[in-house]
């Protein structure tokens, strides 16, 4: 494990410099993500004019009725769930590089996800009979079916995690721990879908492969308040991730409740990435990604500057993604983690080359 030595404190014309960068980089994600929200909205298998869609937005009586109902019904809880689920993996990427210090931590690394899988998969593959009258019963909901099973899943992984966590005081061993449950979930993952039927399995697969198309406006009503609710513990406790940046250690000599903050950052995390993926899937890249690439662009670790900075970061690159994944003029969807990935890859190692700063705040 790697070690953080504490910094020079800053000069006052240093935090000077580092606030307007600041102002400026949250400012220009601020314009572009708007930006790119109305475009995401407005680019599709069908061209929507830019017009059209701000009157929509704004309820304009006069947009025309035949672009209200594609915007409305079709492009906008897309352009939404890329925001808020962009956001949302950005800011738990942000706390689990934080928490385990440890450059290559994302939301998915206590096993959310992995434990997400598993409740999908046992409502997908299901066949009924008395061992899987349950899981039967969610597979006759549907859609809404999967959402609570990928919500159980998480759940459940999330309450070991933190059960464990009262008797584990390290967080690289928690971090381990994490691993192997999400190990286990896959392992039971990969059980199941031997004995699926192929369609069944197929279905599984395409599940995997994430979107933002999925959603409805009655899933956005309960996924953003879970969302705005994981936004809102990251940003009141920014001072006390700052104070974690350094070291537990370090944090305990400034008066701070180490396991209180570590609980509160697992459990920010967990209703992140747990609502992010019961309703779009596994979705790769920005958790890992988006928080490195913020502290290059702020040029600081700082975490009443990273969080906001995050949010709007891993925003911008959900649409753009969101954007790639449906090609204007086409009825194909592509997958959303192969856009993820091949877009978002090649960016982030070349931004990383070009700069010394991109693991600064995590490792030193």
Known sequence: MTTHTAARPATAPEQSGTERRRLVVVGALAVGTAALFVLTIAVGSYQVPVLEVVRVLIADAGADPRWTVIVEEVRLPRALTATAVGAALAVAGVQMQTLFRNALA??????????????????????????????????????????????????????????????????????????????????????????????????????????????????????????????????????????????????????????????LALFGTSLLAGAATAFCGPVAFLGLAVPHLTRVALGTSDHRGLVPASMLAGAFLALVCALLSQPPGMDAVLPLNAITSLFGAPVVIAFLIRSRRGLQGVTS
């Open 106 to 263: 994302d939301p998915f690394s206590l096993g959310v996800s992995s434990g997400a899988s598993m409740g999908v998969a046992a409502v997908v593959v299901s066949t009924g009979g008395v061992a899987g009258s349950f899981t039967g019963d969610l597979a006759g909901l549907g859609r809404v079916g999967v959402v609570l099973a990928a919500s159980l899943g998480a759940g459940a992984v999330l309450a070991l995690v933190l059960l464990l966590s009262r008797w584990v005081r390290s967080a690289v061993s928690l971090l381990v721990i994490g691993v192997m449950i999400g190990s286990a979930a896959t392992a039971v993952v990969s059980v199941m879908l031997v004995y699926a039927q192929p369609e069944r399995a197929q279905q599984f697969v395409m599940w995997g492969l994430g979107s933002f198309s999925a959603t409805t406006w009655p899933d956005l009503a309960v996924m953003l308040p879970v969302i705005g609710a994981g936004l809102t513990v990251a940003l009141l406790t920014t001072k006390r991730l700052n104070a974690l940046l350094l070291g537990e250690d370090y944090a305990r000599t400034m008066g701070v409740n180490v396991r209180r903050s570590r609980d």
